[in-house]
């Protein structure tokens, strides 16, 4: 069963567009964390931010948010004023407990294009 | 400082042939994973360790595939009799925070299997 659901396969903007990627995930456990990665063409996973289970209070970094919502299993990432250096694929991903060495889970990622 | 380090960078092999990728991780992480990504599957969890405990192989998908970590550090993965499905980028993280940390990845490793 997909435990860490990104709905979004492929989305595209026009820079200076502010974009959501929406993250939905699945777990019992009642510690774990989430995680938000940047694949860019390069290839190279890049690692953005890592939240526990017990910390709701949504980050800020620079142009870049996420908004975590236990109620709803959601861990969204916005991107206010898209570049074209933020075309990439994105992969949230969850780690728990139940997981060998608390393993990644990743969704199948979104694929972000900003255009010019 | 120095990043995950992979090699090779690309590795091209003919099926029924045995396959070395090498992963440096991190100075001072303990953690190491393996993952695979692949166009069907995505990003799959392979193998885990920490510090010079045995390995969890729970996410290997045969038993063609082994890995090893000697001193703590370096750690290979082997894959023997390729077969085409194993075509695939392979990563490695490793982490500092142990486990719960975030985990930073290496480059990765293209393997190509004829």
């Known amino acids: 069963a997909q435990k860490v659901t990104q709905a979004q396969t492929e989305i595209s903007v026009v820079e200076k567009e502010d974009v959501t990627l929406d993250c939905v995930y699945e777990?019992?456990?009642?510690?774990?964390?989430l995680f938000w990665y940047k694949q860019p063409p390069s290839g190279e996973l890049v690692f953005l931010i890592r939240?526990?289970?017990?910390?709701?209070q949504n980050e800020i970094s620079g142009r870049y948010s996420w908004n975590f919502q236990k109620s709803t299993s959601s861990f969204n990432f916005t991107i206010t004023a898209s570049q074209v250096v933020d075309s990439a694929v994105y992969f949230c991903?969850?780690?728990?407990?139940?997981?060998?060495?608390?393993?990644?889970?990743f969704g199948k990622g979104t694929s972000l294009l900003v255009t010019p | 400082g120095a990043g995950v380090s992979q090699s090779p960078s690309n590795k091209v092999t003919e099926k029924g042939k045995d396959v070395e990728l090498r992963c440096d991780p991190i100075?001072?992480?303990?953690?190491l994973y393996w993952y695979r990504q692949s166009l069907g599957q995505g990003l799959e969890f392979l193998i885990y360790?920490?510090?010079?405990?045995?390995?969890?192989k729970s996410g290997l998908p045969s038993d063609r595939f082994s890995a090893e970590r000697t001193g703590g550090s370096v750690s290979t993965l082997t894959i023997q009799r390729t077969q085409q499905e194993d075509s695939a980028v392979y990563l490695c993280?490793?982490?500092?925070?142990?486990?719960?940390?975030?985990?930073?990845f290496g480059p990765g490793t293209r393997l190509t299997v004829t």
């Open positions: 993280a490793s982490t500092l925070m142990g486990v719960r940390g975030e985990q930073y």
């Open positions: 777990t019992r456990d009642t510690t774990y964390y």
């Open positions: 939240r526990n289970s017990f910390d709701e």
């Open positions: 991903a969850l780690s728990e407990g139940s997981n060998s060495g608390y393993a990644l889970n």
């Open positions: 100075s001072g992480h303990t953690a």
């Open positions: 360790f920490q510090g010079n405990s045995a390995p969890d």
